[in-house]
C-alpha cells in the first residue's frame, strides 16, 4: 500500500511568510509524528498526534508553529513568519498504534530566504 | 536528561567490506530501546534494527548486526558484505520504555559511503 506522503517536497519561502506543509499518513494509523532534521543535526521532535487525545506539542520550538490533525489522518504544520532559522527538513512519520514502529515520509525541504 | 553520541561524522568503506558505526548513550533508565535508522538521499527514515535493553542478546537483520554493551551504553552497528545500496546517513536513536516513538532522542549521525 502507499507510504508515508509529505507536500510540498521542497518549498522556498521569503523571511515573514507563513508557510503550510502536509502529511498523508499511511490509512489505519492512528499516531503522527512531525520532526524537524536542520542541517547536519538529526532528528528534533516537533509534534505527536495519537487518535482522539490531545497532540503532545512539548517540541514546539515557538508559537509560530502549529500543527493540526483533521478527521485522525491528514496533517497540516504551519510556521507563521518564517524565520531563516525554521529552515530545515521536516519530516512525518506515521504508526500504527503508540508503540509500533514509525513509518516516515520523504520530508520537506524548506529553504527560507 | 538522555543524550546520544555518534563520534563518526563519516565513514567509507569497500564495497562487499564489513563496516561498524559507534554510538554511545547516556540515560539512568535501566530499561529502554535502542535504534539505527537509515535516511538514504530520497530523506526517508528506514528502520534498520532494534535492540530491547533487558536482552542480552544481540539484535540482528541479514547483513545488520548490533553489539550492545549495556554497562559501557555503546550500541554500535555492523554491516557486513556491505552493498552500494548502504550509502546512507545512519542515525541512532534512544526511546526510554514506555515513552512514545515521538521521545526518540536521535544521534547527529553518521554519514557511510560504499565504493565500489
Same mark, same amino acid.
Given at each position: ?39 547536519? %543535526? ?5 509534534? $505527536?498526534?495519537?487518535?482522539? *487525545?490531545?497532540?503532545?506539542? +512539548?517540541? =514546539? ?21 518564517? %524565520? ?5 527538513? $521536516?519530516?512525518?512519520?506515521? *504508526?500504527?498504534?503508540?508503540? +509500533?514502529? =514509525? ?11 | ?116
Amino acid at each position: 500500500g502507499a507510504g508515508v506522503s509529505q507536500s510540498p517536497s521542497n518549498k522556498v519561502t521569503e523571511k515573514g511568510k507563513d508557510v503550510e506543509l502536509r502529511c498523508d499518513p499511511i490509512s489505519g494509523h492512528t499516531a503522527l509524528y512531525w520532526y524537524r532534521q536542520s542541517l547536519g %543535526q538529526g532528528l528534533e521532535f516537533l509534534i $505527536y498526534f495519537q487518535g482522539n *487525545s490531545a497532540p503532545d506539542k +512539548s517540541g =514546539l520550538p515557538s508559537d509560530r508553529f502549529s500543527a493540526e490533525r483533521t478527521g485522525g489522518s491528514v496533517s497540516t504544520l504551519t510556521i507563521q513568519r518564517t %524565520q531563516q532559522e525554521d529552515s530545515a527538513v $521536516y519530516l512525518c512519520a506515521s *504508526s500504527l498504534a503508540y508503540n +509500533s514502529p =514509525l513509518h516516515f515520509g520523504n520530508g520537506t525541504r524548506l529553504t527560507v530566504t | 536528561a538522555q543524550t546520544v553520541t555518534q563520534s563518526q561524522p563519516e565513514m567509507s568503506v569497500q564495497e562487499a567490506e564489513t563496516v561498524t558505526l559507534s554510538c554511545t548513550y547516556d540515560t539512568s533508565e535501566n530499561n529502554y530501546y535502542l535504534f539505527w535508522y537509515k535516511q538514504p538521499p530520497s530523506r526517508q527514515m528506514i528502520l534498520v534494527i532494534r535492540q530491547e535493553a533487558y536482552k542480552q542478546q544481540n539484535a540482528t537483520e541479514n547483513r545488520f548486526s548490533v553489539n550492545f554493551q549495556k554497562a559501557a551504553k555503546s550500541f554500535s552497528l555492523k554491516i557486513s558484505d556491505s552493498q552500494l545500496g548502504d550509502t546512507a546517513m545512519y542515525f541512532c536513536a534512544f526511546m526510554k520504555h514506555g515513552g512514545s516513538q515521538g521521545n526518540l532522542i536521535f544521534g547527529k549521525g553518521t554519514k557511510l559511503s560504499v565504493k565500489p
